[in-house]
Nanobody, 113 residues
């Protein structure tokens, strides 16, 4: 079992920055991919940034150049700069461990003008 703990969400004005953090606990030796997703009310979760441990990090097109994912073993952070109102969402951390997928509880990011 893997448990993910997220932190770092909050309220910020347009153009501001936030940094999200996600740490994995438990049987983490099998974790390969770690990623951030986000979800707005009534919508399915959308991939934001992903590190699968092989090759470059992948980003949602709309966040390229503004968001950066950092990974240190089983901890990932998402540095979000130049935030826009459309970045407002519940952000989730995801980890893949063999055939299992684990999600964090989510952390709210709200960007206001």
């Amino acid at each position: 079992q893997v448990h993910l703990e997220e932190s770092g969400g909050g309220l910020v004005q347009t153009g501001g920055s936030l940094r999200l953090s996600c740490a994995a606990f438990g049987d983490t030796s099998c974790i390969t991919t770690m990623a951030w997703y986000r979800r707005t009310p009534g919508e399915a979760p959308v991939f934001v940034a992903l590190d699968h441990g092989l090759g470059p990090t992948r980003y949602l097109t709309s966040v390229k150049g503004r968001f950066t994912l950092f990974r240190d073993k089983n901890t990932i952070e998402l540095q979000m700069n130049n935030l826009k109102e459309e970045d407002t969402a519940l952000y989730y951390c995801k980890a893949e461990c063999e055939e299992n997928i684990y999600w964090g509880q989510g952390t709210q990011v709200t960007v206001s003008s």
